[in-house]
């Protein structure tokens, strides 16, 4: 999408952009569903976020996918992709 904009043109890029990210989990941690566990843990971000991914099958643990109830156990593997939302390149003319 093109459009102008006070002297300039704004277009918007379609690629998608996305974050990958691979934690595991300390020994001494105690129980806590995952949506929270990640919430605390990466930074700029929201627990909608967080729970939109676990949705969208985007967040395995140990290798297998999971649901936001799940609890968070010692030395599990968690891998998280965050889709970044879309950005706007300015061009000054």
């Given at each position: ?29 105690s129980l806590v569903r ?36 799940y609890k968070v156990k ?15 390149r300015i061009i000054c003319?």
């Open positions: 999408m093109i459009e102008d904009k006070d002297d300039a043109l704004v277009v918007e890029e379609q690629d998608e952009l996305f974050e990958h990210f691979r934690i595991v989990v300390d020994k001494g941690q995952i949506d929270k566990f990640l919430f605390g843990r990466l930074e700029n971000t929201s627990r909608n976020k967080v729970q939109a991914a676990i949705d969208a099958n985007n967040v395995l643990v140990n290798g297998k996918t999971v649901k936001s109830s010692p030395l599990d593997v968690i891998s998280i992709v965050l889709a970044h939302p879309p950005r706007n003319r």
